[in-house]
């Protein structure tokens, strides 16, 4: 099982010919992430007021239950890795309900519908979009949920279309934790044109990660990486909802599992010589 429920770890627990690990040590990321080229997410007061609701310890209660499985992490790069930081971070600690509903109210948010993409095939995902959809409403926003499949999902967020067209506002997901530990990533992008889905447009992001590239000293790359964490959550280009570990089960009788990546083809009942 690629992706057990963490409801079933414990019937799977102390079986003798089950093994259960976990996929990656250094986890995997939840996101929430935003279309900023559509309304109401194009203005960035919308966007820093989602985030003000959103508490990572519900979002990962939510989708995985067991503290055991997942940790609060308030850094953009992963908790452990090399430019994990604390910078510019005080956005992403709020959670508070009243003080994200204050906040929308001095926005430009008129009532706009948030249509959030909602892979119905992926419970962790599922959980934080239920998640993400009470918080929203509580603090006033009108929210639509289009329910499909991850594959459906990774087609419609390439769309930049409206929303009338198959436009979206928002959808979930996690990275591997090492994809994420780089300043470089595409996630962190901030040029629309070639950057990740959601597609925000900041000038000085991207003179940051350039700078990073050109940086001379590892203290000088840790200082252009809290840069560069501070300006995107300054821009609120996504929220991040904690740290996880994905456990997997699998038979004794299964040889060439890999991590952090399951690459089924690599699998026999054969031991490798």
């Not at 510019?88 to 519908?113: C, F």
């Not at 892979?119 to 289009?146: C, F, H, Y």
Request: hydrophobic share 40%.
């Amino acid at each position: 099982m690629e992706s057990p429920s963490t409801k079933m770890i414990p019937l799977l627990e102390g079986k003798k010919e089950i093994t259960l690990a976990f996929t990656d040590p250094s986890g995997n990321v939840a996101m929430s992430r935003f279309n900023t080229l559509l309304p109401p997410f194009d203005d960035v007061a919308v966007r820093r007021a989602a985030i003000m609701a959103m508490d990572q310890s519900d979002y990962m209660t939510a989708a995985l239950g067991d503290p055991k499985y997942w940790r609060t992490c308030y850094s953009v790069f992963p908790c452990g890795t090399q430019f994990e930081s604390e910078v510019g971070n005080e956005l992403m600690k709020i959670g508070n309900i009243e003080a994200a509903k204050k906040a929308l109210q001095a926005t430009s948010y008129d009532g706009t519908p948030v249509v959030i993409l909602n892979p119905v095939d992926s419970p962790v995902i599922s959980a934080m979009t239920q998640v993400t959809v009470n918080k929203l409403r509580e603090i006033g926003m009108v929210v639509e949920v289009r329910d499909m499949t991850w594959a459906s999902l990774t087609e419609q967020r390439a769309n930049r279309e409206s929303v009338a067209n198959g436009g979206w506002n928002m959808f979930h997901t996690w990275w591997i934790a090492a994809d994420l530990s780089n300043p470089m990533a595409i996630a962190f992008s901030g040029n629309r044109n070639s950057g990740w889905f959601g597609w925000p447009e900041d000038a000085q992001l991207e003179e940051f990660r350039s700078a990073f590239i050109e940086a001379g000293s590892e203290e000088q790359a840790q200082e252009i990486a809290g840069k560069i964490q501070a300006r995107l959550f300054d821009i609120a280009a996504f929220a991040v909802l904690g740290q996880f570990f994905e456990p997997v089960a699998y038979s004794n009788k299964v040889y060439g599992v890999t991590s952090p990546i399951h690459f089924f083809g690599n699998m026999s009942f054969e031991k490798p010589e």
